[in-house]
């Protein structure tokens, strides 16, 4: 029984068109480059471009003579995407068609389309898994070993980071009755680690006067992302 199976797979074979191997294709646009320079499709197939970040202000512009008006971008010099953006053109001629990025010359490639019919409804595949950060950093084992600040040099404190960024705090000072009033805020560059900083010093944003603060401190990575915060009083004498 099995020999017969196989005589029969043999001549379906031989009736579909030969040399018929290309199929619908991805391309990722993802650091400054396709993922695959040179793409090969049959007649009637199509090529979807995916941008997956972290850059996105790639176009996929034709640059040869005969995909002059396909543009991903049409309308402008400044192309721009957001992360998971898709962008899909048919080919019904045979030939190679050449795109290049408006803004980035080296980010470019061919598809080259055979003249073999081809299988429009092949699947593609799904769209890759984008090239984005969004973890948010760690901010934790604050120390603060004394709460109070004499004058204008603030109150050192200690915190580690999980995550190259910026660290903000959020000044509020208490007045006599207890209630709060926003009184400006600080940013320091921070590394991965331990970083030793101080509070409620000298500032362009934050003048310091006597009296009972509290700082509400969140880190933020390169990629925006946002930690929890944590909270510290301390007073300025």
Same mark, same amino acid.
């Given at each position: ?70 543009? *991903? $971008? /049409? %309308?402008?010099?400044? !192309? ?7 962008? #899909? &053109? ?31 409804? *092949? $699947? /593609? %595949?799904?769209?890759? !898994? ?7 950093? #760690? &901010? ?98």
């Amino acid at each position: 029984m099995v020999p017969r199976l196989l005589a029969i797979a043999s001549a379906t074979a031989l009736l579909l068109p030969a040399g018929a191997e290309a199929a619908n294709t991805r391309v990722s646009i993802a650091n400054y480059a396709w993922s695959q320079p040179q793409v090969h499709v049959d007649l009637g197939e199509t090529v979807t471009w995916d941008w997956l970040g972290p850059d996105l202000a790639h176009s996929v512009t034709g640059i040869s003579a005969n995909d002059l008006q396909w543009d *991903s $971008d /049409p %309308g402008t010099d400044a !192309p721009t995407h957001r992360a998971g953006d898709s962008f #899909t &053109l048919q080919f019904s001629q045979p030939g190679e068609y050449i795109f290049q990025c408006k803004l980035h010359a080296a980010v470019r490639g061919e598809v080259i389309v055979s003249g073999v019919p081809g299988n429009p409804s *092949s $699947d /593609p %595949g799904p769209q890759p !898994p984008l090239n984005l950060d969004l973890k948010p950093p #760690t &901010l934790g084992s604050l120390s603060m070993p004394k709460r109070q600040a004499r004058g204008r040099n603030g109150v050192g404190f200690s915190v580690e980071i999980s995550e190259r960024g910026k660290l903000d705090a959020e000044y509020y000072r208490f007045n006599s009755k207890g209630k709060r009033a926003y009184s400006g805020f600080a940013t320091w560059k921070v590394f991965i680690g331990i970083n030793h900083l101080r509070l409620g010093g000298r500032w362009k944003h934050f003048r310091a006067e006597p009296g009972r603060y509290l700082a509400v401190l969140r880190a933020a990575d390169e990629a925006a992302n946002e930690s929890k915060t944590l909270r510290r009083r301390f007073t300025i004498g």
